[in-house]
């Protein structure tokens, strides 16, 4: 099948956003138009933006759309992609932040800048359970929960050797001003109990007391290595605050896709993947993550063995290709046939022009700001245009 698919993440050869999106669908068997709205808003606005969004639709012939969140798009262009027979989805990935557990009920305001869109939408997805009485109490176009999709076939779970070690593999949302991140208070108490931490991302080294455990952000090759053959990883779902959200982080499923063990915190979503205590470990506050910590350092066949079941429960039930299967299938259901084997094709030359003439303007911006790596990648893809237009 063919997906457009745009946001404000720029699609880099080493995101793991697109990575996870671009990458994990396409893993499957899907061709994937993956294109930087936010970019191309700032070079050509957002009407001419919805133009060069509807040429990529017309010049891959797509069927399916994903609308993500913070798409910053009009009714009106969602409406004409329709028309074209785009199945339009939305899909809101982000809805644990608003409506996860203890999460104070959104203000309609807010609820609509996630929801304006749906309206415009065949079908809505949404990964956080609650979030559908939220947005369906508050007035709005009822959304569908799924569990959030992984391609785990593209992540390698080969053993190996385990390290003695607990690891947290992301950023800490440090903030010296501000209260302190439920992420830096479970580093910095796992490091006053004397337990072996590894903190990988850059921005652990700027933190008090965290900088002897902090090493740099890894490749991708490197973190799914690293969450393999860690004993213990660690998944603290907190953006910033003092408060841990209870939700499905993309952490969850990077880790067991890898095999590794995690000790994260219960929330009902991860009840569709894991059995707790089978294939994931929960902690109940910063204490706890401690306690758990220790418990399973102290038991590293026992902690294998929950990221060998961790896999296996990935396997069964997290793909991309299981989450599509079950779209196309609801969609059918209201007469809107999608065709799943639709195969790959070459852009429409009638097209190319236009999209040649985005991309070497992208080339240019990324230059201007120094980003060479995004510049190649759009100097790349104009010549490949310009090449399809003979």
């Not at 418990?295 to 060998?308: F, M």
């Amino acid at each position: 099948m063919r997906i457009l698919v745009w946001s404000f993440v720029p699609p880099s050869p080493d995101s793991a956003y697109w990575h996870w999106l671009k990458g994990g669908m396409e893993s499957v068997g899907h061709q994937v138009i993956a294109v930087d709205a936010y970019a191309l808003t700032e070079v050509f606005g957002l009407r001419r933006t919805e133009d060069i969004l509807l040429a990529y639709a017309r010049a891959y012939r797509v069927q399916a759309a994903l609308v993500l969140p913070q798409n910053f798009v009009g009714l009106d262009f969602l409406q004409r992609l329709g028309a074209m027979g785009v199945r339009r989805v939305g899909f809101r990935y982000d809805d644990g932040l608003i409506a996860g557990p203890g999460m104070t009920r959104p203000h309609p305001t807010l609820l609509s800048l996630y929801a304006y869109a749906d309206v415009a939408c065949d079908l809505t997805v949404t990964c956080c359970r609650r979030a559908v009485s939220y947005v369906t109490g508050a007035g709005f176009h009822a959304p569908i929960y799924l569990p959030l999709p992984f391609a785990w076939q593209t992540v390698d779970a080969a053993e190996a050797p385990q390290e003695p070690i607990i690891v947290y593999a992301g950023s800490p949302k440090y903030q010296p001003a501000g209260p302190l991140s439920a992420r830096v208070a479970v580093a910095r108490s796992l490091i006053a109990a004397g337990l072996p931490i590894e903190l990988h991302h850059d921005a652990w080294a700027t933190v008090p007391g965290c900088e002897a455990a902090a090493r740099p952000t890894p490749s991708r090759e490197g973190f799914y290595r690293i969450l393999r053959t860690s004993t213990v990883n660690l998944v603290v779902a907190a953006d910033g605050g003092p408060t841990i959200h209870p939700m499905v982080k993309l952490l969850n499923l990077e880790i067991a896709a890898a095999g590794g063990m995690q000790v994260t915190s219960h929330c009902v979503e991860l009840a569709d993947y894991f059995t707790s205590e089978t294939d994931i470990a929960y902690a109940e506050g910063v204490a706890d993550f401690v306690t758990q910590a220790r418990h399973y350092l102290d038991n590293p066949l026992k902690a294998r063995q929950l990221g060998r079941n961790s896999r296996k429960a990935m396997e069964r039930l997290a793909g991309w290709d299981v989450w599509w299967s079950d779209v196309a299938a609801r969609l059918a259901a209201q007469g809107q046939p999608l065709d799943l084997t639709a195969l790959p094709v070459s852009p429409d030359p009638v097209e190319s022009t236009l999209l040649a003439a985005a991309n070497a303007a992208l080339a240019h911006a990324y230059t201007k700001t120094g980003e060479t790596v995004m510049a190649a990648v759009y100097a790349h893809n104009a010549r490949r245009y310009d090449a399809a237009k003979e």
